[in-house]
T-cell receptor
Framework: GNSVTQMEGPVTLSEEAFLTINCTYT??????LFWYVQYPGEGLQLLLK?????DKGSNKGFEATYRKETTSFHLEKGSVQVSDSAVYFC????????????FGKGTMLLVSP | GAVVSQHPSRVICKSGTSVKIECRSL??????MFWYRQFPKKSLMLMAT?????????EQGVEKDKFLINHASLTLSTLTVTSAHPEDSSFYIC???????????FGPGTRLTVL
């Protein structure tokens, strides 16, 4: 079956530091890949997505590249802000997001001033 | 963007009682709604998928008689936890997607505590 593995947190960084949150997946076929973010007290929000190999999703300074050869979709940001503190979920979907999502466990990011 | 609400945000109930959680898509028609359960430091676990006007499809291991899901309209789905027990205490999250879209929009979640 499908599975998503992401690095355990919390990840603690100072403001303006570089961020990487690793995500690898196991899936049959060609899944779509997503990063969702959950800010404190709020629901999950779609951060970015990629639907095929070598696609790069980007939003709000975050980016992730769909790497089929390494089955990875690592999230990166060049300079984090305190407001980026949240829990980040990597997820995959079998068919462009129309079908169900399989989530990783989530990685908490804490950014200090 | 698309907004999904859940009500209530928190509920505390006694063991043996039933609790209903509502999930509403506020500005779009949700042809499909999903119900998840989130445990501390764990992934979101999909419980069931419901299409408007149809019976929900439950994931393996989820008791359909215990977790009743209704998706009677394009903007509302409900999850009823029947005869709740302390082990049902959890964070329940719904999501919704519209026809022709490839994105699920999530509600803010409902914290259920069963005493």
């Amino acid at each position: 079956g499908n599975s998503v593995t992401q690095m355990e947190g919390p990840v603690t960084l100072s403001e303006e530091a570089f961020l990487t949150i690793n995500c690898t997946y196991t899936a049959t076929g060609y899944p779509s890949l997503f990063w969702y973010v959950q800010y404190p007290g709020e629901g999950l929000q779609l951060l970015l997505k990629a639907t095929k190999a070598d696609d790069k999703g980007s939003n709000k300074g975050f980016e992730a590249t769909y790497r089929k050869e390494t089955t990875s979709f690592h999230l990166e940001k060049g300079s984090v802000q305190v407001s980026d503190s949240a829990v980040y979920f990597c997820a995959l979907s079998d068919a462009g997001g129309y079908s169900t999502l399989t989530f990783g466990k989530g990685t908490m990011l804490l950014v200090s001033p | 963007g698309a907004v999904v609400s859940q009500h209530p945000s928190r509920v505390i109930c006694k063991s043996g009682t039933s609790v209903k959680i509502e999930c509403r898509s506020l500005d779009f028609q949700a042809t499909t709604m999903f119900w998840y359960r989130q445990f501390p430091k764990k992934s979101l676990m999909l419980m069931a998928t419901s299409n408007e006007g149809s019976k929900a499809t439950y994931e393996q291991g989820v008791e359909k008689d215990k977790f009743l899901i209704n998706h009677a309209s394009l903007t509302l789905s409900t999850l009823t936890v029947t005869s709740a027990h302390p082990e049902d205490s959890s964070f329940y999250i719904c999501s919704a997607s519209g026809q022709g879209t490839d994105t699920q929009y999530f509600g803010p979640g409902t914290r259920l505590t069963v005493l």
